[in-house]
């Protein structure tokens, strides 16, 4: 069994800083790609950034140059260092990873319970 624990969201002032972390666990043989997606409430769950193994970064246009994305393969975490945070990037955030569990050889998309990050004065 595989599970993603996120930790990290709170509420900050537009302009402020929050770093989202998120660790897997369970019985896991190899994690790809890893990563951040937000979501509204009735709305789609949208990529804000991604890292590969090899620490390759993908971002959304709306974060670039604020937001960070990290890993540790050897704890199997990823950090989401987010700056200059703007009202518009309240969301429920979900951490993401792509792995293939002990004892099989089939990659699966897995996901976080989610953390709220709101953004306001």
């Known amino acids: 069994q595989v599970q993603l624990v996120e930790s990290g969201g709170g509420l900050v002032q537009p302009g402020g800083s929050l770093r989202l972390s998120c660790a897997a666990s369970?019985?896991?043989?190899?994690?790809?790609?890893m990563g951040w997606y937000r979501q509204l409430p009735g709305e789609q769950r949208d990529l804000v950034a991604t890292?590969?193994?090899?620490?390759?970064?993908t971002y959304a246009d709306s974060v670039k140059d604020r937001f960070t994305i990290d890993r540790d393969n050897g704890k199997n975490t990823v950090d989401l260092r987010m700056d200059s945070l703007e009202p518009e990037d309240t969301a429920i955030y979900f951490c993401?990873?792509?792995?293939?569990?002990?004892?099989?050889?089939?990659?699966?998309?897995?996901w976080g319970q989610g953390t709220q990050v709101t953004v306001a004065s």
């Open positions: 993401y990873a792509r792995i293939t569990p002990l004892g099989t050889d089939v990659a699966s998309d897995y």
């Open positions: 369970g019985n896991i043989f190899i994690i790809y790609d």
């Open positions: 890292i590969t193994k090899e620490h390759t970064t």
